[in-house]
């Protein structure tokens, strides 16, 4: 399905994209917007039931209520239509869903100010108002079909870039979000907000945001087997040199003893990778990427 409108009336900016990754069974939102804190307001979304996003003079009951109808086997569409019959604003608002199926569906009411429109495809919906033009959904929407490869933060992240560059918001930016849910992806598996960073204020927020993607990947990400280096030889001493450097008392020996590997922990567990430690004679790379960087950082310092 695909709905392009445009209109003269005067809701608040925003552009955003909701989208389902199949094969990993995550449901994610990302949204721009000259507006503070936009993220504390667009983005909502439950692993296995779907996402929305809700804006333009956003009524955020629309997310709870429309999650819940998702939850009881509604199609987007239904949904959208259900949200919308006892509105009286409704032509203010709007809307993008995606449920646990991939179907989705949009909706830009007739006052919502030009440029306004979405594109609603299998697997994401994106949408936005005061744009500068057509072309920013547009390019939005061809970023997200061209880049099937990647995790769905990142292409989630690649379509707000997309769609900055072809002009965004007329008025200019502000703030910044993006939300992926999984089952049991929460830290400790204890919930599924997988991902759930916000830009609140920054003259550059989508650049900030993936800046603070980057960190979450480093901090969050569960590692990978080939993430790991055996510590012995030239790994095993980078390693020592770089714990003495930082303070710590890794053993004087040539082997990964126990006083090297308690040094090497503690580094771990203060710097925060407690997900990335292994009781094994190893070292993630990005652990040690970031022993290189903090060492770096330590010597601008001093």
């Known amino acids: 399905m695909k709905r392009l409108v445009e209109s003269q009336e005067r809701p608040v900016a925003t552009f955003s994209i909701v989208a389902f990754d199949e094969k990993e069974k995550e449901w994610g939102i990302a949204v721009q917007s000259k507006f503070l804190a936009a993220g504390a307001l667009v983005p909502w979304a439950v692993a296995n039931t779907g996402a929305i996003a809700t804006q333009s003079f956003a009524n955020t009951s629309f997310g709870p209520r429309g999650l819940r109808m998702l939850a009881e086997g509604k199609e987007p569409e239904a949904v959208l239509w259900d949200l919308l019959a006892d509105d009286p604003d409704r032509q203010l608002r709007q809307v993008g869903i995606v449920d646990a199926q991939g179907r989705s569906a949009t909706f830009t009411g007739s006052s919502c100010l030009t440029w306004a429109g979405g594109i609603a495809e299998p697997g994401f919906s994106c949408q936005g108002n005061i744009l500068t033009g057509e072309d920013v959904i547009e390019s939005m929407a061809a970023c997200y079909r061209s880049s099937d490869d990647m995790p769905l933060a990142e292409k989630l992240m690649g379509v707000l870039e997309a769609g900055q560059k072809a002009g965004g918001d007329k008025r200019g930016m502000q703030s910044a979000s993006l939300l992926v849910v999984k089952q049991e992806g929460g830290y400790g598996g204890w919930n599924d907000r997988m991902i759930d960073l916000r830009v609140d204020e920054h003259h550059r927020p989508i650049t900030e945001l993936k800046r603070i993607l980057k960190l979450h990947r480093l901090y969050f990400q569960r590692s990978e087997p080939e993430d790991f280096l055996p510590l012995n030889g030239g790994n095993l001493e980078e390693v020592k040199d770089l714990l003495r450097k930082a303070g710590y008392t890794p053993g004087a020996g040539v082997e990964y003893d126990r006083k090297t590997k308690e040094a ?15 009781n094994d004679p190893v070292v993630d790379r990005r652990v040690l990427e970031y022993m290189r960087q903090f060492q770096g950082e330590h010597r601008d310092h001093v």
């Not at 090497?264 to 292994?278: G, I, P, S």
């Open 264 to 278: 090497l922990k503690t580094f771990y567990l203060r710097e925060n990778f407690d997900d990335r430690w292994k």
